[in-house]
């Protein structure tokens, strides 16, 4: 995910991966889990405490007391974080990472635990010039590099304005001045994106909510592709926390809402992102 929140980024460190159907970089059952840190409410630090929080994060930490591991965060920018599944650094990475066909391709992910939609952020005042799809040409995308939003605006025609891992305040703040016009993001960080923003000018264009092909399937943690050993020990996790409630009372600590069932909207549309 492209969006962030108002939050520093922590560096950690990292043990030797062995081979890719190894469950852990470690020998001291430790699974090294790559995150953002700045991305609300997923994985971000609360505020008072400086504490590494949020839906993912605590997702991750059920799952690992469910497999008898620990957990060792790594906080990366989003092509940081797979570049650390593949070359060995991390054992997953969590990060509202949706289930594409062509993130499957190259990795191995699990049973979804989150569903949501997507949504756009504009300015309130003129809805940055965007009331249909076609207005997007040319407006100023805000994103992360290679994120799926970021290259939806850019098929849709629209002009990009990359962040490397910024805080959410510093994408709000750019919509507002005019530095940029629209953030496409999921629809339930943005919500408490604004939420956490007072006066910020901005507003959700509640009749354009969208998906995509790399969302349809739910949010998923990402693991080294042929890592079975570790997607059946996750997955059999998932599936017992889902099952005890834990993954919904999660879920209504971080969104308010069960997201982890799928959502009754109507969607504008759905597109199909090229590669």
């Known amino acids: 995910m492209g969006i962030a929140v108002i939050v520093p980024l922590v560096l950690a460190g990292c043990g030797k991966k062995e081979s890719s159907d190894?469950?852990?970089?470690?020998?001291?059952?430790?699974?090294?889990?790559?995150?953002?840190?700045?991305?609300?409410?997923?994985?971000?630090?609360?505020?008072?405490?400086?504490k590494l929080t949020g839906y993912d994060i605590e997702i991750v930490?059920?799952?690992?007391?469910?497999?008898?591991?620990?957990?060792?965060?790594?906080?990366?920018?989003?092509?940081?974080?797979?570049?650390?599944?593949?070359?060995?650094k991390a054992d997953m990475a969590a990060n509202d990472f949706g289930i594409s066909p062509q993130r499957e391709k190259s990795f191995t992910l699990s049973t979804p635990y989150k569903?949501?939609?997507?949504?756009?952020?504009v300015r309130k005042s003129?809805?940055?010039?965007?009331n249909s799809w076609s207005d997007l040409k040319d407006k100023k995308a805000a994103g992360?590099?290679?994120?799926?939003?970021?290259?939806?605006?850019?098929?849709?025609?629209?002009?990009?304005?990359?962040y490397d891992n910024v805080s959410n305040d510093v994408y709000l703040r750019d919509v507002k001045s005019g530095k940029t016009d629209v953030i496409m993001n999921d629809y339930y960080l943005q919500k408490l994106a604004l939420a956490a923003t007072p006066n910020n000018g901005l507003k959700i264009l509640d009749n354009m909510y969208f998906r995509t092909t790399d969302d349809g399937k739910?949010?998923?943690?990402?693991?080294?592709?042929?890592?079975?050993?570790?997607?059946?020990?996750?997955?059999?996790?998932?599936?017992?926390?889902?099952?005890?409630?834990?993954?919904?009372?999660?879920?209504?600590?971080?969104?308010?809402?069960d997201v982890t069932k799928k959502p009754n909207v109507k969607i504008s549309r759905t597109f199909n992102i090229k590669n």
């Open 61 to 88: 930490k059920s799952v690992a007391k469910e497999m008898g591991y620990k957990v060792k965060f790594k906080e990366l920018n989003v092509d940081g974080q797979l570049t650390a599944i593949k070359t060995g």
């Open 218 to 257: 739910g949010v998923g943690i990402i693991m080294k592709k042929g890592n079975t050993k570790l997607e059946k020990k996750v997955n059999a996790a998932l599936a017992k926390l889902e099952k005890s409630g834990k993954l919904a009372k999660i879920s209504k600590k971080f969104y308010g809402t």
């Open 115 to 121: 569903h949501s939609f997507n949504s756009m952020v």
């Open 144 to 162: 992360e590099a290679g994120t799926s939003y970021q290259r939806l605006a850019k098929q849709l025609g629209a002009k990009l304005v990359n």
């Open 22 to 50: 190894s469950v852990s970089v470690n020998h001291d059952k430790t699974l090294i889990v790559a995150t953002s840190g700045t991305l609300y409410p997923t994985s971000y630090h609360d505020q008072k405490s400086n």
């Open 126 to 130: 003129d809805n940055s010039g965007i």
